[in-house]
């Protein structure tokens, strides 16, 4: 991997962008990859919600990883459209971007909102699904939007665990 490349996992909330982002890092941090992790909403907390604050972050934090050698780059978080990437991709210069979409169906993407809800998965801080009523959590589901496929690759998460989920990504990252 000579080329400084990084990976922005997107896709609806509780698809699994953080874990699968997570284990990628992970992964290639184990294998000597000069490699960091960030979730985008981490460095962005505030409100109300901006999208330039989260972009000037990850430009310092880029800037910041990439003068200590790191040479991958693993993100997390929403992009709610082309505005968005274009002000996340203007943060990292000189750096090649691939942007996956992780997809799940609407029965699924329920049953991980429900269980995220319950407090199941990692805990992610910040998250404001856990603890709330679970008619609220599946009109927050059925709200989330379906949109034409979004970035250079799309993930189908439905009938993969967390691990097929990320081998998939990395390898078709990482191939030439």
């Known amino acids: 991997m000579a080329a400084v490349t990084a990976l922005l996992l997107c896709g609806p909330r509780a698809v699994g962008k953080s874990v699968v982002g997570w284990q990628i890092y992970a992964h290639l941090a184990r294998t000597g990859v000069a490699v960091a992790y960030l979730d985008l909403a981490q460095l962005g907390f505030c409100h109300p919600d901006s999208t330039w604050l989260t972009a000037r972050n990850l430009a310092s934090a880029w800037t910041t990883f990439r003068a200590n050698g790191i040479r991958s780059l693993v993100l997390s978080g929403d992009i709610s459209g082309p505005a968005v990437l274009d002000s996340y991709a203007g943060a990292l210069p000189g750096i090649r971007?691939?942007?996956?979409?992780?997809?799940?169906?609407?029965?699924?993407?329920?049953?991980?909102?429900?269980?995220?809800?319950?407090?199941?998965?990692?805990?992610?801080?910040?998250?404001?699904?856990?603890g709330r009523d679970p008619d609220e959590l599946?009109?927050?589901?059925?709200?989330?939007p379906v949109r034409r496929p979004f970035g250079d690759l799309q993930v189908d998460t439905d009938d993969l665990s967390i691990t097929e989920v990320a081998v998939a990504v990395r390898a078709a990252w990482l191939s030439p």
């Open 97 to 130: 971007l691939t942007v996956c979409e992780l997809r799940a169906g609407r029965e699924r993407l329920t049953e991980r909102i429900l269980a995220r809800g319950q407090g199941h998965g990692p805990p992610i801080p910040g998250d404001d699904l856990r």
């Open 138 to 144: 599946r009109r927050i589901a059925a709200e989330s």
